[in-house]
């Protein structure tokens, strides 16, 4: 899971999202999108498997400026897979959406939270950019786990300043 905030200005903030699916995951999610059964992923059950795992991800990211969380409209983006057959085959899927940032001038936190249900979680990265006039001051990371009785680690909590 790789996450890209793109600070693009005072007033607008862009997240891109990728979803990087390992060949054993990406078996029974092939196989759950192929509806039809052929064996092969023709580009309705591509756009149903992109609009499930974007649905997943829209989800499971959540994005907090100060203590409210911000809704993020994630844009619809087309699956591109390597293969269409429907096998242990790694994929990609990307997403991205487009967020009103603080007011001009004014210094403002945006927390990160990246709780995707989409086993095995692995690695999460995320990357901030930098665009004209702004400037991030600080971060801080961290990482919570849920109750063993639940059985599910949560991810990383990013913080921005």
């Not at 959540?62 to 293969?83: F, K």
């Not at 603080?102 to 995707?116: H, I, K, P, Q």
Request: glycine content about 10%; overall charge negative.
């Amino acid at each position: 899971r790789y996450g890209k905030v793109v600070l693009q200005g005072p007033r607008q903030i862009r997240l891109f999202y990728t979803l990087m699916v390992g060949d054993v995951p990406a078996l029974p999610l092939r196989q759950q999108a192929d509806r039809n059964g052929d064996g092969v992923l023709d580009d309705g059950e591509q756009a149903g498997l992109a609009a499930l795992l974007r649905a997943r991800v829209a989800q499971g990211v959540h994005l907090y400026s100060g203590a409210a969380e911000v809704a993020l409209p994630w844009e619809a983006t087309p699956l591109h897979l390597d293969s269409p057959a429907v096998a242990a085959t790694a994929f990609a899927c990307e997403v991205a959406g487009t967020l009103p940032a603080t007011a001009s001038g004014a210094a403002g936190e945006l927390r990160y939270d990246d709780r995707v249900d989409l086993p095995p979680v692995g690695e999460i990265e995320l990357r901030v950019e930098e665009g004209p006039g702004m400037r991030v001051l600080a971060t801080q990371s961290s990482v919570a786990t849920a109750a063993p009785a639940a059985g599910v680690a949560t991810g990383p909590t990013l913080l921005f300043q």
